[in-house]
């Protein structure tokens, strides 16, 4: 199987960097040859996440044909939010939890959307039907994103399909992850890192 | 919950028919009130798995709007294939098998799609991962839907869920389905129904 790389959408939050590496982990067990890369630099709240949990920054693309014939979407399907040149790949997996907008496609192709406040509960989900565990490490990235979608379970776009999976993510990451929760929002928004003129 | 409309494409086949009931009855059993209804007169081979399986023909309609806000779709999603004032209501389920084309929603939906051969494996998979048992009669009309589709699994876009599908609704439905399935194709090319002029 030729190789596809998975990735979120163009300037990416904390959803976008984690699904990518939560959906590649899930599809290389289930046999996909696949590499997690990112659209753009990870933003402040993505680095003290990525850093919380000793992860790799995922290497940045900024076209994908020279590299592979197909590519998985995670977090996003329209096309300017995608990489520069997606209409010279063919996509073979979505995995999302906006509204579909401009997204066509020349053959069938895996589609996976639900209404749900972060995409990382969808993918913990797909973890769960194809009965793939989820590593303690990865856990802690995926509520990471779910707490950085959801404001930590406040945003009206939560669901009770968010709050179940942060529970299960905590429990595997094995945090607290109200405290942690408020500590990484906080990191996002660094005061410190910020100039006297900002 | 307002009640909202299933169905599949226009010129509806078997699956299109079939669907719309496998995926309304899932629906009702998971809380929604939902209808399954059909764009159009069902063909030949529709009316003979209607018939055999004692299963009424689903209420034809022309537009949605003046019954509805919200529908699900199954077997398709391009806007052209679907009721005529599909502009005028909100699609909150896809449940499809094809290419995504010219679909596009003003807000986050349901959209469940895979490159197998039927959609009714799919909403097999569906009754599955919803822990809800597919009556027999159901499972009967579910395996037609996959033997039209396949041309008794021999189409090249038949899939090893497919063989799967149809074996289990097989057993449900307690039916040899490769004798029926002969028969079933047959009445849809009927030629004693044809006149002399055919
Ligand atoms: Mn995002
Ligand atoms: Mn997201
Ligand atoms: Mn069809
Ligand atoms: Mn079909």
Not at 49 to 57: D, H, K, Q, R
Not at 63 to 75: C, G
Not at 100 to 108: L, R
Not at 152 to 176: C, Q
């Amino acid at each position: 199987m030729a190789k596809e790389l998975v990735f979120g959408h163009q300037s990416p939050d904390t959803d976008a960097i984690v699904a990518a590496k939560a959906y590649a982990y899930l599809q290389s067990k289930l046999g996909y040859d696949v590499e997690a890369v990112a659209l753009g630099e990870p933003n402040m709240e993505t680095n003290f996440v990525l850093n919380y949990f000793n992860e790799p920054t995922p290497r940045i693309i900024k076209t994908a044909a020279n590299e592979v014939d197909s590519v998985m979407l995670v977090d996003h399907n329209e096309p300017q939010q995608s990489v520069s040149d997606i209409a010279d790949v063919t996509v073979t997996h979505v995995v999302d939890h906006h509204r579909i907008n401009g997204f066509n496609t020349a053959a069938p192709l895996y589609y996976r959307a639900e209404p749900v406040g972060c995409v990382s509960t969808l993918i913990t989900e797909l973890f769960d039907e194809n009965k793939v565990e989820i590593p303690a490490q990865l856990a802690g990235l995926m509520l990471s994103a779910i707490i950085s979608d959801t404001l930590l379970l406040k945003s009206p776009t939560t669901t009770d399909k968010d709050r179940a999976a942060i529970k299960a993510l905590a429990e595997i990451a094995d945090i607290d992850y109200e405290t942690y929760g408020i500590e990484m929002l906080k990191a996002g928004t660094n005061l410190a890192s910020k100039t006297d003129a900002e």
